[in-house]
């Protein structure tokens, strides 16, 4: 079976705190890609980042890292000195190469206090 | 650059009303997707269209109807509304390539009282 666990449901740091929050996932694919999203309190779903089973490599943009271990099946992201604009829900989801569908996890909520 | 549009925002139904839940994408995207967000549960899927003229059940179907108008729009019905269905209720569409991600529509929040 497919599945995505974010086991922090909810997470509260302080501005310029560096944060990670976790993403476990399970599939028997070989081929299968991986998400992450952010929904601010305005509601919208916006695209973070997409990574594929055969690229290992951590990627940075701005405050924002992700790492991504086939070892353990977890795909973490760690925004660096955190602001206030980062508050929101952070979604993570797998999409496997024999499917159309996108799961989700249960997302977790940060809040970031000035 | 309107994405994915969805209307209507707000919608409030008495038990047993019907509604349509309308989408449109202008990316020329060939897969849609209707999911419903409820707290603590992340987003599942209703139904999606994997291309134009074709429907599939997703995780949680039952009390609704999908149709996939065009290759544009699809449309998410509910039949006879129950307070189970309070909802936010998301449309996505995406590439046919499995490697895409999907864009999503702004939401539609729904209250069945």
Redesign the interface.
């Known amino acids: 079976a497919q599945k995505?666990t974010?086991a922090q449901?909810e997470i509260s740091v302080v501005e310029k705190e560096d944060v990670t929050l976790d993403c476990v996932y399970e599939t028997r694919d070989t081929t299968y890609?991986l998400?992450w999203?952010k929904q601010p309190p305005s509601?919208?779903?916006v695209?973070l980042i997409?990574r594929?089973s055969f690229d290992e490599q951590n990627e940075i943009s701005g405050r924002y890292s992700w790492n991504f271990q086939k070892s353990t099946s977890s795909f973490n992201f760690t925004i660096t000195a955190s602001q206030v604009v980062d508050s929101a829900v952070y979604?993570c989801?797998l999409?496997?190469?024999?499917?159309?569908?996108?799961?989700?996890?249960?997302?977790t909520r940060l809040l970031v206090r000035p | 650059n309107a994405g994915v549009t969805q209307t209507p925002k707000f919608q409030v139904l008495k038990t047993g009303q019907s509604m349509t839940l309308q989408c449109a994408q202008d990316m020329n995207h060939n897969s849609m997707y209707w999911y419903r967000q409820d707290p603590g549960m992340g987003l599942r899927l209703i139904y999606y269209s994997a291309s134009e003229g074709t429907t599939d059940k997703g995780e949680v179907p039952n009390g609704y109807n999908v149709s996939r108008l065009n290759k544009r729009e699809f449309s998410l019905r509910l039949e006879s509304a129950a307070p189970s269905q309070t909802s936010v209720y998301f449309c996505a569409s995406s590439e046919k390539t499995h490697r895409s991600g999907y864009t999503f529509g702004s939401g539609t929040r729904l209250t069945v009282v």
């Open positions: 995505v974010q449901t890609y998400f999203y509601g919208e779903l695209f997409r594929n979604f989801a999409r496997m190469d024999s499917s159309y569908k996108l799961i989700f996890g249960s997302g």
